[in-house]
């Protein structure tokens, strides 16, 4: 049996991501399994970095557009299918958990979050993971193949080192760069360096509109606000800059904002040109409903928070200081223009 590792270089967690998984394969994998390492990336001035990062020795490039988990999953769900790939592993994190959420649902297989062990067996895989807030370790078993798993976060915090040398097995471009996705592609002739991820920002001077799933302007407030007071705040600084508000899960079931309000999975879902994200942690759940967004800012004090590795941009700071802060620029600049 064969297992793939999966290393997102489109997001800027992949050095953490490969040490990750590099330390799991070591420590934390048991079976006779042989593997490869499926190198998503998006800028070719990155291709030769994570390509050094991988923790295999054999290699797969995709490449690929970021923030887009379902163009990923359509090249893995090609080798889940007509392979004997048996396992996929990603490390711990929002986009991890989604990709192997979609492939094991696209491809039929089964699927574990936060895996501190696994042990691969001919016909399941047998896992174990923390549960009950890390009181006790759970025991369990995935039968249908194939087994899509993320690692445990204690995971990122090991020390052993990726493979020395590489083998690069294939490249492709599922981007839509090559003409067609799927295509195969030497990146190294390009000469690529992809597109400045600020090239079509600009400032909206469209009111809101009302509708969170129709806005162009999204500022989403998050369990940072920390009371109602701080989502309010927030709320009317998102007013003044003219942009619709939304909040996560937590903040709307603390009663600090109407339920309408709530983006993700059990809310609403847009695409605005651009969104703040205000003092939220970045959850899937709540991912899933601005991920389509043009431009993702967050504003966080947590380094380590999800959202701040999966926006384009990041502050660390308070999330209520900032953006009255900003709504005050906003302002300023259009009553000047």
């Given at each position: 049996?064969?297992?793939?590792?999966?290393?997102?270089?489109?997001?800027?967690?992949?050095?953490?991501?490969?040490?990750?998984?590099?330390?799991?394969?070591?420590?934390?994998?048991?079976?006779?399994?042989?593997?490869?390492?499926?190198?998503?990336?998006?800028?070719?001035?990155?291709?030769?970095?994570?390509?050094?990062?991988?923790?295999?020795?054999?290699?797969?490039?995709?490449?690929?557009?970021?923030?887009?988990?379902?163009?990923?999953?359509?090249?893995?769900?090609?080798?889940?299918?007509?392979?004997?790939?048996?396992?996929?592993?990603?490390?711990?994190?929002?986009?991890?958990?989604?990709?192997?959420?979609?492939?094991?649902?696209?491809?039929?297989?089964?699927?574990?979050?936060?895996?501190?062990?696994?042990?691969?067996?001919?016909?399941?895989?047998?896992?174990?993971?923390?549960?009950?807030?890390?009181?006790?370790?759970?025991?369990?078993?995935?039968?249908?193949?194939?087994?899509?798993?993320?690692?445990?976060?204690?995971?990122?915090?090991?020390?052993?080192?990726?493979?020395?040398?590489?083998?690069?097995?294939?490249?492709?471009?599922?981007?839509g760069d090559a003409g067609r996705p799927g295509a195969t592609t030497d990146t190294r002739a390009t000469g690529a360096t992809g597109a400045a991820p600020f090239a079509d920002a600009e400032l909206l001077e469209?009111?809101?509109?009302?509708?969170?799933?129709?806005?162009?302007?999204?500022?989403?407030?998050?369990?940072?606000?920390?009371?109602?007071?701080?989502?309010?705040?927030?709320?009317?600084?998102a007013r003044r800059m003219g942009a619709d508000f939304g909040v996560s899960r937590p903040v709307a079931m603390n009663a600090w904002a109407p339920m309408d309000r709530l983006m993700g999975v059990s809310g609403?879902?847009?695409?605005?040109?651009?969104?703040?994200?205000?003092?939220?942690?970045?959850?899937?759940a709540l991912y899933w409903g601005i991920e389509k967004a043009g431009l993702i800012v967050a504003v966080n004090p947590d380094e380590r928070a999800p959202i701040v590795a999966n926006s384009d941009a990041a502050?660390?700071?308070?999330?209520?200081?900032?953006?009255?802060?900003?709504?005050?620029?906003?302002?300023?600049?259009?009553?000047?223009?």
């Amino acid at each position: 049996m064969r297992f793939a590792a999966l290393l997102d270089g489109t997001v800027a967690t992949a050095a953490v991501q490969a040490q990750a998984l590099a330390g799991f394969l070591g420590d934390g994998l048991r079976g006779d399994l042989a593997g490869e390492t499926f190198v998503l990336y998006c800028d070719e001035r990155d291709r030769e970095r994570l390509v050094d990062l991988a923790p295999t020795r054999d290699v797969r490039l995709v490449k690929t557009a970021a923030r887009r988990p379902e163009r990923m999953v359509d090249c893995l769900t090609a080798a889940a299918r007509g392979g004997d790939t048996a396992l996929f592993l990603a490390a711990a994190g929002a986009t991890g958990t989604e990709i192997v959420t979609r492939l094991a649902c696209r491809a039929g297989g089964g699927v574990l979050t936060d895996a501190l062990t696994i042990e691969a067996r001919p016909q399941r895989l047998v896992c174990r993971k923390n549960v009950y807030s890390n009181h006790l370790v759970g025991r369990f078993e995935l039968r249908a193949r194939p087994w899509c798993v993320t690692v445990d976060a204690c995971w990122n915090d090991t020390r052993r080192s990726p493979s020395p040398s590489h083998t690069i097995l294939s490249e492709s471009d599922e981007s839509g760069d090559a003409g067609r996705p799927g295509a195969t592609t030497d990146t190294r002739a390009t000469g690529a360096t992809g597109a400045a991820p600020f090239a079509d920002a600009e400032l909206l001077e469209a009111p809101s509109s009302g509708d969170l799933a129709k806005s162009r302007f999204l500022v989403v407030a998050g369990y940072g606000a920390a009371s109602r007071e701080g989502t309010e705040r927030i709320a009317d600084a998102a007013r003044r800059m003219g942009a619709d508000f939304g909040v996560s899960r937590p903040v709307a079931m603390n009663a600090w904002a109407p339920m309408d309000r709530l983006m993700g999975v059990s809310g609403t879902r847009a695409a605005p040109a651009l969104c703040i994200v205000a003092g939220a942690s970045g959850a899937p759940a709540l991912y899933w409903g601005i991920e389509k967004a043009g431009l993702i800012v967050a504003v966080n004090p947590d380094e380590r928070a999800p959202i701040v590795a999966n926006s384009d941009a990041a502050l660390l700071d308070d999330a209520v200081a900032v953006l009255e802060e900003l709504a005050e620029i906003v302002a300023g600049r259009r009553t000047h223009e």
